[in-house]
């Protein structure tokens, strides 16, 4: 426990990171977990984004905490999806109204078997990455994006804006916009997110599209 606590506490402090990964989880809130709520609320007041692992019972339990806070704006949660975006039978049955799935099944691992081959894993602990990394390449784009808001491509006012998508509101509703396929934005309840399905829209486009959709995310 002190471990996690102490791993989220050092990644936000001093701008080292502006996503953080949490492939953990519990059934449910104790008052021994409060340091990695504290953690994850002193992480969000600097404007980090937390991920956080949805859970793999199924039908048999809800979401798991951390990706519960989900409710308060604290955490983005992630389900699992097979290579093709079909919602893992593992996820929870309770969500959010914005779900995002992304691959969680048959994931190569860094182990090997006894016989030298690898290992492959199943779960939403293997999706939220995953999904951390096509959030940083989005944050990536839109770094860059400020860089050249002097050529005049780049609408005027987003510098103001891109703090905005630093916050679970905001990075969930650019992953919903512009990482899943234009002609079918939901799969069975879920968007299924690819960093392709990104980077196929035309740059110009991609930047028109996230100011919109952060211009219409209240303060």
Known sequence: MTNYFKAIRHFSDDNRADIINLSFGFPKFHERLRPILTAIRAAREKNV???????????NQGISWPAKLYETGDVVCVNASDSEGNASCFNPTAGSENRICTL???????????????????????????????????LGFVNQVSERESEGNVPKDFAELKRKIHTRYGIERILHRTCVLSEEKRRVGFSYITPWFFLNIEEKSRVHIIANDLRSIPE
């Open 49 to 59: 984004v937390i991920f956080a692992a949805a859970g793999n019972e199924g039908g």
């Open 104 to 138: 969680g099944e048959a994931v190569p691992s860094c182990q090997l078997d006894e016989k030298g081959k690898i290992i492959y894993r199943s779960g939403t602990s293997f999706s939220t990455p995953i999904a951390v990394a096509i959030a940083a390449i989005v």
